[in-house]
């Protein structure tokens, strides 16, 4: 028996080794961004059967069975999918989830899953990981055709900083304010506002109001003292109670003119008086004049300075002009049995026949979690629970090594007894 002894205390050697060394990788990975721990599971080994046990007869119980075991091996190494702590970073090309999913990336003919969104964009172009220039993956196709910002035949994000955006010319200006019923007829209250021709050239749009009689008034606009044409003649008018009466749609609009020799043409720009009835817009009330035009639509040309990731994984890219412009939307992959993936290095896994395929959708999307901008998921070690796990190992190599040292002191003797 005492060599039965040493061949399952050298299995609890083994197995305790392997223990030990699955506590070294999580602590090692502590500071890991993305890292998944794992833990060791045991399972003990094959039984002799001494005594088969029989069941009651002949007025007598039964007995059970008698079995001698011969160890313990690793039943398996789980990965422990719980999640990692979320810390802002600042930095624009960083992602985490919050919840369940993993990045998808793509290098050559394969295709990875991770947790760690510290990417980063290559000479090309190309949103990536930078420590393997594996490619960010999208789906879906949202900023299709938005200024040429995606690779087309693939789903490879494509952030080419530095690249222009054509502007937008204003197409709605929208006037806020009051209008005093003080004025007499003829007298004048003016603003101006920057608006943004065929071109997206800007130019100051000066707006007129003139009060031609009781609760009446006429819109007129000029460019550089040239007058544009206003829909209507320009006419509104207010209700006895000081609200917008006419026109019904509470817009006028105003033709800006082209200039050939620039290459411009003739564009249309609704300004938006208000709603009729209500005082969100224009206004006729007692007091000082304050109306004026507010907001404009319209851009200038501009060139990507950064983007964003927002909570639904989209990514969008901020321009010098001040506009915002859809580029991709992260792909992120769900799968039925996020343990089953494989672990490939590189903070990378790759499916296997246990995890299943990947289910590609969007954050938030079908059980998957959220995308946090600008923070990235530490590691989910916990260091309480891991030395508790190292001591248990510990001890389990050691009192299984002095197993081996007994039943070696019992041959000894044994030894001793036959000399």
Known sequence: MALNALFTGSTALQTFSSALD??????????????K??????????????????????????????????????????????????????????????????????GGSSTVFTRAGSFAVDAAGFLV??????????????????????????????VPFGAGAAGVPTANVQLRGNLSANLTAGQTVTSAIQVFNSLSN??????????????AFALSADIGGVAQAVSGGGAFTFST???????????????????????TVDTTVAINLGTVGQTGGLTQFGGVSTAAAVTQDGFSSGTLTDVAFDQAGRVSGR???????????????????????????????????????????????????????SALEGSN???????????IAQRGFQVNARTISAANDTLQELASILR
Not at 22 to 35: D, E, I, S
Not at 202 to 213: D, E, H, I, M, S
Not at 241 to 263: D, F, I, M
């Open 22 to 35: 699955v506590v070294g990788n999580n602590l090692a990975n502590l500071n890991t961004t993305g890292f």
């Open 37 to 106: 721990g794992q833990r060791t599971v045991f399972k003990d080994l094959v039984y002799q059967t001494l005594v088969p046990g029989s069941a009651p007869s002949g007025g007598l119980g039964g007995t059970n069975p008698t079995q001698s075991g011969f160890g313990v091996a690793v039943g398996s190494v789980d990965t422990l999918t719980l999640q990692g702590g979320i810390t802002p970073t600042g930095r624009d090309l960083d992602a985490a989830i919050d919840g369940n999913g993993f990045f998808v990336l793509a």
């Open 129 to 158: 990981d930078p420590n393997t220039g594996f490619r960010v993956q999208r789906t879906g196709t949202i900023g299709e055709g938005a200024g040429g910002f995606q690779v087309t035949g693939n789903n490879d994000i494509r």
């Open 202 to 215: 800007p130019r100051v749009l000066n707006l007129t109001f003139t009060k031609t009689g009781p609760n």
């Open 241 to 263: 109670a000081g609200t917008l009466a006419t026109p019904a749609s509470g817009t006028l609009t105003v033709t800006v003119a082209g200039v050939p020799a620039e290459g």
């Open 319 to 373: 321009f010098s002009n001040g506009r915002t412009v859809p580029i991709a939307q992260l792909a992120i992959a769900a799968f039925n049995n996020e343990a089953g993936l494989i672990r490939t290095g590189s903070n990378f896994f790759s499916t296997s026949a246990a995890s299943g395929e990947a289910l590609i959708g969007v954050a938030g999307d079908g059980g998957r979690g959220t995308v946090q901008g």
């Open 381 to 391: 070690v916990d260091i309480s629970a891991e030395f508790a796990r190292l001591i």
